[in-house]
């Protein structure tokens, strides 16, 4: 039996991976209840930390995404689901991916960089009325 | 400008994806010197919070990781790198992925669970000595 850890605030971290193109969709938080959800309905539930509030994805937008794998690492602290995104994309700003900001490699460390931007997929005003 | 939000304990998580087979390896935190070293030298960083040190994947197997893209998501609190991964795999348990353990679906809404484990590709005895 492996029993998952959530840490102090109650959360553990899960990676959204798109099913279909292998990357990255987000990342964010779920309590057990959110979990829990996500693994009977198979539709990706998450707790906002900001919002103090369980949500699921595409409650406003209807970008749903239906959960197709679900595994947990070693240490029993990370979540890695695969997804089916419905809709144009998973990101707030307009993208397929919230990881839309590239970083150049091979400089000196620097925290604060220029980011390169990825393309909008659709407009957010229109969607998240 | 867009400058990486650390959190209250000076950490960011970091998605490490297999730039090959397009799996996640593993889930870990960087601080501000760890992705430093990590822009800069192109292997992967991390800070244990565990061990309270900084920590370079693979110094201990010679499983490094080259990092070959980097991403920050809309919030600037996730980072997500594809590598290239050196040696066998990035677990410390003899498997290539972390994130070894899958959990069924549509089931009731449990925390804990019995999980399907993937095989070895390693003997982590002989590799972390």
Redesign the interface.
């Known amino acids: ?4 850890k959530f840490d102090e605030k109650g959360l553990i ?1 899960v ?1 959204v ?1 798109d099913a279909l193109t ?1 990357e ?1 969709l ?2 964010a938080y779920a309590n ?2 959110a ?6 309905t ?1 539709r990706t539930h998450f707790y906002s930390r900001s919002r103090q509030r369980l949500w699921m994805k595409g409650e406003t937008s209807g970008h749903v995404q239906r ?10 602290d ?1 979540v ?1 689901i695969k997804v089916e995104q419905h809709g144009e994309g998973a ?3 307009g ?1 397929r991916s ?6 150049p ?11 390169r931007d990825a393309d909008k997929a659709f407009d957010p005003a229109k969607v998240y009325k």
């Open positions: 039996m492996t029993e998952l971290p990676i991976q292998s990255v987000m990342m057990r209840e979990y829990g959800k996500m693994l009977e198979k959960v197709v794998e679900l595994r947990v690492d070693c240490d029993q990370a890695w990101c707030h700003t993208r919230c990881f839309y900001r590239a970083a490699l091979g400089q000196a460390g620097a925290v604060r960089l220029e980011f």
